[in-house]
């Protein structure tokens, strides 16, 4: 409590003593005792009722001590699997540093694909992504204000995301790289990557695309080896130097068959070459005999046309040519799937063409949609549109079952610009995104698939789809999100078969068995989805007789099996539903492709300059003592005395109150009882 409380508090007690001495200044001269009393009441009464109005504080400080932390973030890996026991040993010499315990906060991570809190290592991860890892760092602790720093263990080899060599920009957050692994350089030639598209057209080149690296001190040659499915293709001696030690080699091959293709790419390996998995590297390919062409159609120049185009082509099956209004009707006969961008007046020919053909299209409506000619050109919805704009932001339909929506995200998504207004369709639909205003959630659809008489027809009520494309590639560094739901959505217009009661999907080629799913919808006699089918996947390998049965569990709207445990290998398989007559067949191929296995040595330079960017240091597990020591010895980690002011009031005003009302109620009975009122 400060002096100018202490002098309120004594002028308060003087101001009510002379009070009571002013009201009751004629009866202390009787000399009774009972006024006495009497004023005593009062005096506590209005003293106490002052201290109320004048809410005396004290100011109370506690001190705690901040230590740094210390983040342990190692290497969950299969590639540093071998040097186990050297990582434990230099993670438990300095967790178990007396004077580490004392100046640290410690705080154990483990990483591979993604960022793990956890201080159990099992080194099972088939990829790492050192990036990823630290950039997840940031944003854990980028809010809290506290002194830090990073140990860092790994053998630097990234197979995973962005290069952390680029990724981290704060220098105030020191990283210290423990390098595990041989640093010796071994003389080697490996296929660094190779690339091809996903689809070929029958009877069409396509393009394998083949990087080949050298490491060593002398010239040499080896034979470059390309096939699919057991067939060579392609062959050539390449040469490289110390200097000239990259090739970049494409190669086109011609697509004979229809079906999934392997492709193995394989550099023969030197004589003394210590790493030999990274001299072959599998590709999948599958070959079609069918196109979609896609025709946009729109009145106005727009950035979502542009937009639509890359997205869809990023299919090679799907191409896609943009039109206007007026474009003579001939030239759209060979069109499989039409985009309306803002329809118009303009748009009647087209309408009328779509309806005599019964052609599947998309609608995309935003701020120049002309409504009154929308509303009567069609009967599937409409719209009273009240003239102004608003920024719409999407609602996923977890319950969407007409096709697969598992991996669309829409939490990052920017709003869209649509008109206000009453949307009522009346035609059968299912609504895949509902809309989000100013935070308020409305029973309006944003974008509603709509079936009748076998047409189809998807809408969209807004416009700057370019926004969302744009927004995936800020948070994933690519398209696959926007790409996969847009080629959903056009997948779905361009068949014309009518809906199954089980739809399953899955891939014809997995790159590895990490992300190796088969996905399937269930719908009953009523084709509404059925949440409590049993549904069984079974598997069978090629060549032998076992069968493996998997429960397949229901996630959101499909039901999902992992197959993350199969070797590599060529599969059928067949997704039954339990009590009912109902199967799908399939087969597909996992190939066998280790990206852990790529690398021999440790990346201990680009580790280094990590270090060096962020003001740490690069160690070696025979050095950790003297990493101990640059931790105990920097200042910049001694820990920091902080203070909390807390204010606290000085009276309880509960207990005030009561005895204010107790001394006002004894001296109004004690009054009462004398005859004083």
Known sequence: MDSQTALFIIAAALLALVIVLFQYRSRFKEGNG??????????????????????????????????????????????????????????????????????????????GTSLASSDSLSFTETQTDIGKAISSLEDIYSSSN?????????????????????????DQVPIYPIVIGDTTRYEDIRIARANTNTFAFLKNKYPIEIYITYEGGRSIESTLNVTVNGKMVYK??????????????????????????????????????????????????????EKTNVTIISAKAHPDIGTLKKSIESNEQRSVSIKE???????????DVFILYEPNRSFLPIYKYIQQRKTNFFTICGATTDWNFLNGIQANYSKD?????????????????????????????????????????????????????????????????????????????GENLWK??????????????????IGKIILYLSSNTSKNRLDVDYDLIYQGSDDARISARYFDEAFEMDRNANLILKIQGKGNNRIKEIPMLLKDSF????????????????????????????????????????????????LNQLALDSKGKLFFPSNTDALVRELLEDPRFSPVQKSKENVVSLIDFRILLMLIAAALSVEWFIRKYNGLI
Do not use: C
Request: glycine letters at 6%.
């Open 34 to 111: 009972l006024y006495f009393l009497l004023s005593a009441l009062r005096f506590l009464a209005l003293f106490g009722i002052l201290v109320l109005l004048i809410n005396p504080k004290f100011t109370k400080e506690e001190y705690n001590l901040e230590k740094t932390d210390l983040i342990l973030l190692t290497d969950n890996s299969m590639s540093v699997q071998a040097s186990a026991d050297t990582i434990m040993s230099a993670t438990e010499a300095i967790t178990q540093n007396n004077g580490i315990l004392e100046r640290f906060q410690l705080r154990p991570y483990s990483f």
């Open 146 to 170: 506290r002194n830090m720093a990073v140990l860092l263990t790994t053998d630097g080899n990234q197979t995973k995301g962005e290069d952390y060599g680029f990724i981290f920009e704060n």
């Open 236 to 289: 050539e001696n390449v040469g490289f130097t110390p200097l000239n030690n990259t090739k970049v080699i494409t190669v086109l091959a011609t697509a004979e068959t229809v079906g999934a293709k392997t492709i193995e790419v394989e550099i023969n390996p030197l004589e003394n070459e210590r790493n030999r998995f990274n001299n072959k590297r599998s590709l999948g390919l599958e070959v079609i005999d």
């Open 325 to 335: 209004p007026q474009v003579p009707i001939k030239e759209l006969d060979n069109t």
């Open 385 to 461: 549109a009240y003239g102004e704009q608003e920024e719409i932001l999407p609602v996923l339909n977890k319950g969407f079952g007409i096709f697969d929506i598992s991996g669309f995200m829409v939490e990052n998504l920017p709003p869209l610009e649509g008109e206000l207004g009453e949307v009522l369709i009346s035609s059968p639909h299912e609504v895949l995104l509902g809309q989000n205003i100013k935070g308020v959630e409305l029973d309006e659809p944003l974008l509603a698939v709509i079936s009748k008489d076998q047409a189809k027809e998807v809408v969209l009520f």
């Open 468 to 485: 969302w494309r744009m927004q995936d590639y800020r948070d994933s560094k690519n398209f696959q999100n926007f790409d996969g739901i």
């Open 559 to 606: 039901y999902q099996a992992d197959l993350g445990d199969l070797p590599s290998g060529d599969y059928t398989f067949t997704v039954l539903v339990t009590d009912e007559n109902l199967s799908s067949s399939g087969s597909f191929t996992i190939l066998d492709f280790n990206v852990e296995q790529q690398f021999l040595s440790s990346d201990y330079k680009k």
